[in-house]
């Protein structure tokens, strides 16, 4: 299995406040993203990103931001938490394997009161 | 509008019969197809995946076709098996920035219940 860790695994808190999850990889991958689950839509795009300090939206970036300062860590930042942001969170790396596959974290799971 | 379409929410299949799920896509810039399996809790594994360029990729049990013209695959699971009851989800990749570098766009994803 590839090197993904997220944190925290499950978090309950409460609209309007901020919320940081972290991705981390030791594959030493270029390529980050994260993506969101909900029930009747599959996975859908948030943010990824190419390089150290190098990121672009995805398809629901409204209420995300991202940073990358390191290669091995990707954050993923909810700045004022809703209740539409309850969701599962996957973060993936790629490394441009033959079929550019993506390896998936274990998710973190997110629910906004 | 839905990119990569799935219409098939669960797939019922007996033990040591083949499985086959499909997919169907609208957009002629995606370069690579996946296929993706996930069980609950956790995150997507994985499977399978065609290039563009291709019409059949296979790998033990699994054999995914691709059918451009008709902007179609499918994924063939032969012999099924208890553990391959799962959600799997279609993709694609090149949809974003037509790279190799962004995201996937996934289906909604079929649930296949292997029945003893």
């Known amino acids: 299995d590839a090197g993904i860790t997220q944190s925290p695994r499950h978090k309950v808190t409460e609209t309007g406040t901020p919320v940081t999850l972290r991705c981390h990889q030791t594959?030493?991958?270029?390529?980050m993203y994260w993506y969101r689950q909900d029930p009747g839509h599959g996975l859908r795009l948030i943010h990824y990103?190419?390089?150290?300090?190098?990121?672009d939206k995805g398809e629901v970036s409204d209420g995300y931001s991202v940073s990358r300062s390191k290669t091995e860590d990707f954050l993923l930042t909810l700045e004022s938490a809703t209740s539409s942001q309850t969701s599962v969170y996957f973060c993936?790396?790629?490394?441009?394997?033959?079929?550019?596959?993506?390896?998936f974290g274990p998710g973190t799971r997110l629910t906004v009161l | 509008d839905q990119q990569v379409k799935q219409n098939s929410p669960s797939l019922s299949v007996q033990e040591g019969r083949i499985s086959i799920l499909n997919c169907d896509y609208t957009?002629?810039?995606?370069?690579?197809f996946l296929w993706y399996k996930k069980y609950p809790a956790e995150g997507p594994t994985f499977l399978i995946s065609?290039?563009?360029?291709?019409d059949k990729n296979e790998d033990g049990r699994f054999t995914v076709f691709l059918n451009k013209s008709a902007k179609h695959l499918s994924l063939h699971i032969v012999p099924s098996q208890p553990g391959d009851s799962a959600v799997y989800f279609c993709?694609?990749?090149?949809?974003?920035?037509?790279?190799?570098?962004?995201?996937?766009?996934f289906g909604k994803g079929t649930h296949l219940i292997i029945q003893p």
């Open positions: 957009n002629s810039m995606f370069d690579y």
């Open positions: 990103s190419y390089g150290v300090k190098d990121t």
């Open positions: 993936a790396i790629s490394g441009l394997g033959l079929y550019n596959e993506q390896f």
């Open positions: 594959e030493n991958h270029r390529y």
């Open positions: 993709a694609a990749s090149g949809g974003y920035s037509g790279g190799g570098a962004d995201g996937l766009t």
């Open positions: 065609i290039s563009s360029i291709k």
